[in-house]
């Protein structure tokens, strides 16, 4: 009797692990089918709690870690998505559309290298003219123009706003790549598509005037920044590149009250300082100018003009030992710039220096470069700045 008996015994623990073992699967089945439904209905935290339950039992789950990758992203915690999008790939490299949400959260946490790298391949996969190629190809202009790679974006640029001919930022992106470029038929075209979107826009004047000036249209660029401060007066820098314009035009009384216009809009200017104490001490105002250049350099000492004006009235004041400090720091900031080193050889011979004054001359001689900067060099060094206001407009669709 003891073989039945034992026998029983055996089918009993056989039995109790298989109804274990099938527990344990319907639970994990629970979790997972859990999940999805809290998902759907945005509860991102729990449904995030039940994948995770449910991988401890599946820990090769791509669904799983796909799934976490879109609960983060739906949140807006792009980095956070990323390493799950990537183990995802890692288990099935296969698996659809997890390639194009990992570009998508690169491009939103601003990895735009990587986002690149990620869309790449992927555009080949779709059909050119199926609405995921233009998103893709739309995505890596945007990311190639955020790095400041304009050459390699406007093809790009140029294909999302044939796409999408209603979105300004598309043009105005493509606008600003193909004058960093020196593409400037290409700007011109891209100014005349968004005057038909936006016939009053001084963003887009101002684009269009810095071309003029870099094709050497000096009286279309003015006529440009003219519109962009009608369109807009408070637009930053209109008002700036309208009078510097002006000012390398030598007509400083209206260039005086453009400059004064941007300290209106922006105090903190000190591109638009400096070039209104030059005004002034041009005028013979340098009593006015002192301020202005002590305030200017005390926001950006790295400006060479504002060294230059500022040697110029020590000069005239006898203080030759403070004018050749500031003369002496303009050339090392700008010794291209052939009228600082006149400045200084006329301030060596008033000295009695007659070996360096004759140096400086000759310098000054040897010299090519043209005393201005273009507006566009112009405006760019204020952009750094932080002064240049954010263009207006919305990324592609993304996750």
């Keep these: 009797m003891r073989l039945p008996v ?65 609960i983060e992203a739906r949140q807006e915690h792009y980095k956070e998505a990323i390493p799950l999008y990537r183990k ?50 739309t995505l890596i202009g945007m990311a190639h123009f955020s790095l400041g790679e304009y050459a390699a974006a406007i093809p790009f640029l140029k294909s999302a706003a044939n796409a999408d001919p209603q979105n300004i930022l598309y043009r105005f992106s493509l606008a600003q790549s193909c ?12 100014y005349q598509e ?22 050497k249209n000096t009286n279309g660029a003015i006529e440009q920044f003219r519109a962009a401060v009608k369109a807009d007066p408070k637009w930053p820098n ?27 809009n922006v105090p903190e200017n000190p591109q638009a300082m400096t070039y209104l104490a030059d005004c002034k001490v041009q005028l013979g105002q340098q009593g006015e100018a002192l301020p202005l250049i002590e305030k200017a350099l ?40 052939s009228n600082i080193h006149w400045r200084l050889a006329r301030l060596y011979q008033a000295m009695g220096r007659k070996d360096e004054a ?17 507006i566009f060099t112009q405006l760019k060094a204020a952009q750094e700045k932080g002064k240049a206001e954010e263009t207006p407009g919305a990324s592609p669709q993304t996750q």
């Design 6 to 70: 034992r026998l029983g015994i055996c089918l009993a623990l056989v039995s109790g692990v298989v109804s274990c073992w099938g527990q344990s699967q319907a639970t994990a089945i629970d979790h997972r089918q859990n999940a999805r439904l809290l998902q759907e209905s945005g509860r991102y935290v729990e449904a995030a709690d039940e994948w995770r339950v449910y991988l401890k039992a599946h820990p090769e789950s791509a669904e799983a870690y796909a799934d976490l990758g879109l």
């Design 88 to 137: 995802a790939l890692v288990i099935d490299p296969r698996m659809s559309g997890i390639r194009l949400n990992l570009g998508l959260a690169y491009f939103k946490s601003a990895a735009m290298k990587e986002a690149i790298e990620t869309f790449t391949p992927l555009l080949k996969t779709f059909p050119a003219d199926s609405p995921d190629h233009i998103r893709v190809s």
């Design 179 to 190: 004058l960093n470029t020196r593409q400037y038929q290409c700007v011109l075209d891209a």
């Design 194 to 215: 968004l005057l038909k979107l936006n016939g009053e826009s001084a963003a887009a004047d101002m684009l269009a005037g810095q071309a003029y000036d870099e094709m």
């Design 238 to 264: 209109a008002h700036y590149g309208l009078g510097y314009l002006l000012w390398t035009q030598n007509q400083c009384d209206e260039a005086t009250k453009e400059f004064q216009a941007e300290l209106d």
């Design 298 to 337: 005390k926001i950006d000492p790295r400006i060479a003009r504002a060294h230059l004006n500022l040697g110029i009235i020590y000069q005239d004041q006898g203080r030759q030992q403070d004018a050749l400090r500031e003369l002496t720091t303009a050339v090392k900031l700008t010794p291209q710039d």
């Design 358 to 374: 004759k140096l400086e001359f000759e310098k000054t001689s040897s010299l090519k470069k043209a005393e201005s900067d273009s």
